[in-house]
Structures are given as structure tokens and as C-alpha cells.
């Protein structure tokens, strides 16, 4: 299940952040362009993710590792985990917020996220609910669900991301006298975000109301989400979405939390299952590289290699 560590990331987000802030900082942040990647050493196999808990944790441990026979980095995608959406009892809308170590990140992206992207790992931001009843699935009109996909493409361009990763846990649906999930939200935000971005990632981490919510009036949002993940760690469960094989990863696991015959069990099936991702979570600081072997050797055929 998922761990208490994801709460945490939540529950620092204490203050309000206006969305013009996004503006502000984008003159103190490095050019917000992705820099131009080397070619990355060619890697045959699913593609692994790695979630790091921000508050606790750096985003350059995800370029720490690589693969033990020159294949490249082990990990293809790094998810900045947690900005989150927050409730506005003035206007009554939602908008997004950045706890301080988020902001510290994206402020220092010269320094934590350019490093990855010129590694050829992408970067995304992993958006969560934050107990104020604003959510993915509650939005009340078209109109409101593109303001705030308009808020999260505006980020990825001003701090030059990679994508976002929609996570509806911990909205609490019905707070500050906000509504319940609703049949269209999702499906206007998703298609909203993907008008604004077409070339960029959207990822689900398949929980709570939004991800039983990804069709409406006859529109499937599934194939405009590049992946979709099981949420739940140490577990297999195949995501219940629109999407390829290739774009899915049943399998996830927490890094030093999931036990390591069952990394390698569920690396296995990965591969004998003909998925295209590998989900993982909460990367930390110091030497993984005995843990994170445990499951590159049977996705990669290699252990991994720590480098400082």
C-alpha cells in the first residue's frame, strides 16, 4: 500500500501560494528549456520510474545509477513527489502549490533538474490533493477544469519539466463545502492539459476517484495519458485504462521497502508480461545499488552501478 511518507510530502503544504508566483521565480530559475540530452547508451527493456520524496530527498540520486553493462541509465523518468492542488475558499477554485521544498527544487533546476535531463531522464511533477476538497474529479464547470490544466502546463514550460503525474489521494472531496467527484471533470482536465502540452508526458497513478473517471459523453482520455502505474507497493495489479501494454506498469514497489525476492518477482513478470514500465518508489540518498540490482537484473540482464 502506499506509505506514510506520501502523507508527509502532503502535509507540509501549510501556506497559500498565489499562481502568479510561477512567474515571479521564473527569472531566478535556470532557462527553463530542458538542455540538449546526450544519447543516452541504448537500454533493451521496460522503462523504469522513479518517485523521490522531495522533502526528504534529492532529485539528482535519480542519475546515480546505471546499468552495469553499459546500458544506460537505470531509471528513464524522475517524478518530482509532491506539488499539490489547493482549495481557494475566496474564489472557490482550485490552484496549485508548491510546498518549500518542491519550489526549492524547481527554483534550483539548474542544479536538480537539469542534470537528469542532459542524462536523457525526463522529469516530471507529481500533483496531489492536500485535504481542502479541490481534486482532479471535482471540478465544477469546463471552464474551471482548463483553468487549472492551464496553471500545470504553464509550470512545466516556466521550469522546463518533463510532464505531470495526476495523484488523487488526500483531496477530501466534499471539504470547504466543495462537491463530490463528477462524471466530467477529469476527462475536461486531462483533455484540457493535453491541448496545452502535446508533446510533453501526462502519467496516472492509478487511485482514488479520478482514475474510475477517464471517460465521459463518449471521449476516452486513456490514450491521450502516455502511463499509467499500480499504486500499490510490492503488488501487481494492471491499471484499468486505454492504454498499450507499453504504456503500463502493474508492478510497483517501494525501494528498500518492498522485500527483494519480490522486486525480482515482479521485474519478471514485467518482462514476461510484455509491459513497458517499471514503477518505483521513494529513491534516497546513499549507495541503492545492491536493492535496486535486484530488479534491474532481471528487466536489464545487468546489476547497477552507483556513482557518486
Known sequence: MFKSGRVTARRSALALLAVAALTATAAATASAAPVSSAAAPHKTGP???????????????VGKYTLANGGGNVFDIGVIF??????????????????????????????????????G????????????????ANFPTQAAAAAFAKQLSDAVATYGLDGIDFDDEYAEYGNNGTAQPNASSFVQLVTAL???????LISLYNIGPAASRTVYNGVDVGPKFNYAWNPYYGTWGVPSINLPKSGLSPAAIEIN??????????????????????????????????????FTN?????NSVYTP
Open 82 to 119: 509532491a506539488a499539490n492542488i489547493n482549495y481557494n475558499t475566496t474564489t472557490k477554485s482550485a490552484y496549485l502549490y508548491f510546498n518549500p521544498q518542491v519550489q526549492s527544487v524547481l527554483d534550483n533546476a539548474a542544479t536538480q533538474i537539469r542534470p537528469l535531463q542532459a542524462k
Open 257 to 294: 521497502g518492498t522485500s527483494t525476492t519480490t522486486a525480482a518477482s515482479l521485474a519478471r513478470q514485467t518482462v514476461s508480461g510484455g509491459y513497458g514500465v517499471f514503477l518505483t518508489y521513494n529513491l534516497g540518498a546513499g549507495d541503492q545499488h545492491s536493492y535496486i540490482s535486484s
Open 298 to 302: 532481471p528487466l536489464y540482464g545487468a
Open 121 to 136: 531522464i525526463k522529469v516530471m511533477l507529481s500533483i496531489l490533493g492536500n485535504h481542502q476538497g479541490a481534486g482532479f
Open 47 to 61: 522503462i523504469s520510474v522513479a518517485y523521490v520524496e522531495v522533502n526528504s530527498n534529492s532529485m539528482v540520486n
Open 194 to 200: 493535453r491541448a496545452n502540452m502535446p508533446s510533453k
